[in-house]
């Protein structure tokens, strides 16, 4: 069974600039969440997606985040315009229903702001 | 708000050592606590449930445990390929989100 697909797996901006992850889940996953995970600390939910509908984004800042799941399949993180504290790994994960602690995680994406 | 503490921070042992990871909480009402191993470079991988203080899980050299107030991760006689950082994580009634600590990291010594 493939697992939960990410890309780029690395990348490098300047401040203020933009960039964007993508994430393709676990198929027949219905639950898709983005984590942020700063150096030293432990993932922080960012975004979760029930299908394409969002169930919790409390914690995105939505000033410069935005993420999609159109179809309900894959999905895209943007952050627009980065700043110095943006630089983290940002994880996807899938699982099968909302109500499970059973998180299936990609091998994320590692951003650094210059 | 949920709160996850996990300690030690770091923790380095013999191989065959045996030793806990703690991991206290504070929730309104806990609906399930999570155990994550994580490898340098990669995302988390999940461990074990526990639902309800009372509750154990094994699963070859690790077991689980689960208070009302926290949860201990038991390694015994580990191997250095235990090395890797362990995260919990709390699910609370009435909040679909896992809220994780910040981990304890492992190095098991050859």
């Known amino acids: 069974e493939a697992g939960v697909a990410q890309s780029p797996r690395y990348k490098i901006i300047e401040k203020r600039q933009s960039v964007a992850f993508w994430c393709n889940p676990i198929?027949?996953?219905?639950?898709l969440y983005w984590y942020q995970q700063i150096l030293g600390q432990g993932p922080k939910l960012l975004i979760q997606?029930?299908?394409?509908?969002?169930?919790?984004d409390s914690q995105l800042p939505k000033d410069r985040f935005s993420a999609e799941r159109l179809k309900g399949v894959d999905s895209t993180l943007k952050i627009q315009p980065a700043k110095l504290e943006d630089s983290a790994v940002y994880l996807c994960?899938?699982?099968?229903?909302?109500?499970?602690?059973?998180?299936?995680f990609g091998e994320g994406s590692r951003l650094t702001v210059l | 708000e949920d709160q996850v503490t996990q300690s030690p921070e770091a923790l380095r042992l013999q191989e065959g050592e045996s030793s806990s990871l703690n991991c206290s909480y504070t929730?309104?009402?806990?609906?399930?606590l999570f155990w994550y191993r994580q490898d340098p470079g990669k995302g988390p991988e999940f461990l074990f449930t526990?639902?309800?203080a009372g509750e154990e899980k094994e699963k070859e050299r690790l077991k689980a445990t689960l208070t009302k107030k926290e949860s201990f991760l038991h390694i015994t006689a580990p191997k250095p390929e235990d090395s890797a950082t362990y995260l919990c994580?709390?699910?609370?009634?009435?909040?679909?989100?896992?809220?994780f600590g910040t981990g304890t990291r492992l190095t098991i010594i050859p």
């Open positions: 526990l639902y309800s």
């Open positions: 997606f029930q299908n394409n509908g969002v169930v919790d």
């Open positions: 929730v309104s009402g806990l609906r399930g």
């Open positions: 994960a899938s699982s099968l229903g909302a109500g499970t602690g059973e998180l299936f």
């Open positions: 994580a709390v699910r609370d009634f009435g909040n679909e989100k896992l809220t």
């Open positions: 198929s027949g996953h219905a639950t």
